[in-house]
Structures are given as C-alpha cells and as structure tokens.
T-cell receptor, first 113, second 117 residues
Framework: AQSVAQPEDQVNVAEGNPLTVKCTYS??????LFWYVQYPNRGLQFLLKYITGDNLVKGSYGFEAEFNKSQTSFHLKKPSALVSDSALYFC???????????FGKGTRLHILP | DTEVTQTPKHLVMGMTNKKSLKCEQHMGHRAMYWYKQKAKKPPELMFV???????INESVPSRFSPECPNSSLLNLHLHALQPEDSALYLCASSQDTRGGGEYNEQFFGPGTRLTVL
C-alpha cells in the first residue's frame, strides 16, 4: 500500500533562513508525489508535484522539492523563509491505480520573525 | 475559473436537523471529492465521484449522503449527525483520474466548518 511519512510535527525556522520540511514515501510502482499547504481556517492549496523527470521540482511561492529515489524522500525546501510561510504542510502520494491520494499527518511550519 | 466554491462557510445544526453542503467547480474536472478534516489532522477521504458516479465510499456512515447532480456540482446531505461529526468538510476536484491522469493534483475549496450540537 502507498504511504507517506512526515517525521516532524513542527519545524521552527528564523525568517530569512532556508527551510526544509521532510517527507518519505513508500509506494509500489511509480510515485506520484504532492505537497499541499493549509493556512488557518482555509482549504488546502497545491504547491507542487513530482511525476517524472527532473528530481528538483519547482512550485508556487518559491517552494521547491527534491525527489530522491534511493532515499525514498521528497523534501520540501525554500531558500529564504518568510513569516507568511507559517502554515500546515502536507505531503501526499497518489494511491496507485485509484482515485485517492494518501496524505501524511502534516508538519506545522513556524517562521520566527 | 480555477476555483472550487463551497457553501455555506459555517453551519451549526442540531442532531435532528437535515442540512446540505454544496460544492461547485467550473474547471471541467470529472472527479470530485468530499473530505472530513479534524483540527491539526490531515483530511480524511469520504467519497469520490468520477464522471458523476460514486467510485469510492470510505465506509462513511449513512447519515452522510453524497449526491452529484452534474459534472460541476457536488452535494453532501446531512441527517441525524452526532457531535463527533463536527469538523471542517472539504470539497476537491481534479481532472480525469483515468488513463494516466493519476498525477493530476486536486483543487480544494475553502471548506464548510460544521458544528453539531
């Protein structure tokens, strides 16, 4: 069965510093991986996805993610954090052959001014 | 139009009430989803409609009844809910998930905050 793991409940980063939010995955077949962000009292917003091709995927709001097949990881990164990046981040994987996506438990990102 | 809209934004209902949540998208997407989300938790999938047909029901209690009247609309009818059903209910849509479309991302609405008294 497909699954993703987000090992950190919360990540604290000073504004202006680089940030990383970790995600590892377990899939059978090709991994279709996604990152979503959720601001308080809002729905989820799509950030980026990995389907195939370049291991570095660029997305919205200056975020990027690095796909690493050997480490089965898909970490979310940003070179310089903003206070407005503070939110709940979900990694997700498409359920193989189905209509579902499987979400990780989420990581709360807190950017300190 | 790249937006999924949901109404109402907030809903308070008693355990004997009947109410409905509404979701609409005009992106031509053929897959639509209902999720339930508790605070600080990931969304839990409830139902998936593909081409207006129910394709997934994640063993949701019958007090939740989905309906897809056409390709743009998705409803969730609520009856005799319990206080533990209080949550944020999210609707989402995506392009066709068939034939290689598994990589299509989902677009989420802002959600309906439901409180059951």
């Amino acid at each position: 069965a497909q699954s993703v793991a987000q090992p950190e409940d919360q990540v604290n980063v000073a504004e202006g510093n680089p940030l990383t939010v970790k995600c590892t995955y377990s899939v059978s077949g090709n991994p279709y991986l996604f990152w979503y962000v959720q601001y308080p009292n809002r729905g989820l917003q799509f950030l980026l996805k990995y389907i195939t091709g370049d291991n570095l995927v660029k997305g919205s709001y200056g975020f990027e993610a690095e796909f690493n097949k050997s480490q089965t990881s898909f970490h979310l990164k940003k070179p310089s954090a903003l206070v407005s990046d503070s939110a709940l981040y979900f990694c997700a994987v498409r359920d193989w052959g189905g209509d579902k996506i499987i979400f990780g438990k989420g990581t709360r990102l807190h950017i300190l001014p | 139009d790249t937006e999924v809209t949901q109404t109402p934004k907030h809903l308070v209902m008693g355990m004997t009430n009947k109410k409905s949540l509404k979701c609409e998208q005009h992106m031509g997407h053929r897959a639509m989803y209902w999720y339930k989300q508790k605070a600080k938790k990931p969304p839990e999938l409830m139902f998936v409609y593909s081409y207006e047909k129910l394709s997934i029901n994640e063993s949701v209690p019958s007090r939740f009844s989905p309906e897809c009247p056409n390709s743009s609309l998705l409803n969730l009818h609520l009856h005799a809910l319990q206080p533990e059903d209080s949550a944020l209910y999210l609707c989402a849509s995506s392009q066709d998930t068939r034939g290689g479309g598994e990589y299509n991302e989902q677009f989420f609405g802002p959600g309906t905050r439901l409180t059951v008294l």
